[in-house]
Nanobody, 122 residues
């Protein structure tokens, strides 16, 4: 079993900040290759916000560059998304993901958190 537990999110005024965290756990985890965040606004497709690989490479969406920062802990099993200068268009459900190689499996798979809502009021 693999679990992704998200925290953070909520309601904030435009220009404010929020911090999302996501912790991956599970006795069958062999390695975590990447973690990050996607978001989905009502009526729109889910899109990548920020991702971080185990090698330290980051991928940040152009729409949030300079405002959002992704980071991980020393164990590389928790990923945080610091969101500053939030805009109403950042309003969405934010989903944590992790690309994980489980013990006994031949390849890695993507796992998703349940999502946390971020609402930015104007």
């Amino acid at each position: 079993q693999v679990q992704l537990v998200e925290s953070g999110g909520g309601l904030v005024q435009a220009g404010g900040s929020l911090r999302l965290s996501c912790a991956a756990s599970g006795s069958s985890i062999f390695s975590i290759n990447a973690m990050g965040w996607h978001r989905q606004a009502p009526g729109l497709q889910r899109e990548l916000v920020a991702g971080l690989t185990s090698d330290g490479d980051t991928n940040i969406a152009d729409s949030v560059k300079g405002r959002f920062t992704i980071s991980t802990n020393s164990a590389r099993n928790t990923v945080c998304l610091q969101m500053n200068s939030l805009k109403p268009e950042d309003t969405a459900d934010y989903y944590c993901y992790a690309n994980i190689w489980r013990i006994g499996e031949l390849t890695q798979s993507d796992y998703w958190g349940q999502g946390t809502q971020v609402t930015v009021s104007s």
